[in-house]
């Protein structure tokens, strides 16, 4: 059974750092694709970064250098370091993987497989 399992989710303060992590297993192929997504309250899920097996990676223009997102194909765990946070960061944060034929990784529709969630607080 495919599971996705988010850690590292906490309240901080902004300006604070955080360090989420997504433990992948259970597939029977690795995903090229595995991103991060989150969710604010009232808003549309967002995908905040997306890492392909190649290391490639494109980040949303709202995080970009201030997330760095990394993965380890030895552990299957994907990482998602936030630096700098602000109020704005604030949302629940999801992990995905691709779909076996996923190779772009850019639409959500590539993405099959979903973590529940970590939250992020920021306050100001």
């Known amino acids: 059974q495919v599971q996705l399992v988010e850690s590292g989710g906490d309240s901080v303060q902004a300006g604070g750092s955080l360090r989420l992590s997504c433990a992948a297993s259970g597939f029977t192929y690795r995903p090229y694709c595995m991103g991060w997504f989150r969710q604010a309250p009232g808003k549309n899920r967002e995908r905040v970064a997306y890492i392909a097996s190649d290391g490639r990676t494109l980040y949303a223009n709202s995080v970009k250098g201030r997330f760095t997102i990394s993965r380890d194909n030895v552990k299957n765990t994907v990482y998602l370091q936030m630096n700098s946070l602000n109020t704005e960061d604030a949302a629940m944060y999801y992990c995905?993987?691709?779909?076996?034929?996923?190779?772009?990784?850019?639409?959500?529709?590539?993405?099959?497989?979903w973590g529940q969630g970590t939250q992020v607080t920021v306050s100001s």
């Open positions: 995905a993987a691709g779909r076996v034929w996923a190779r772009g990784c850019v639409s959500t529709n590539e993405y099959g497989y």
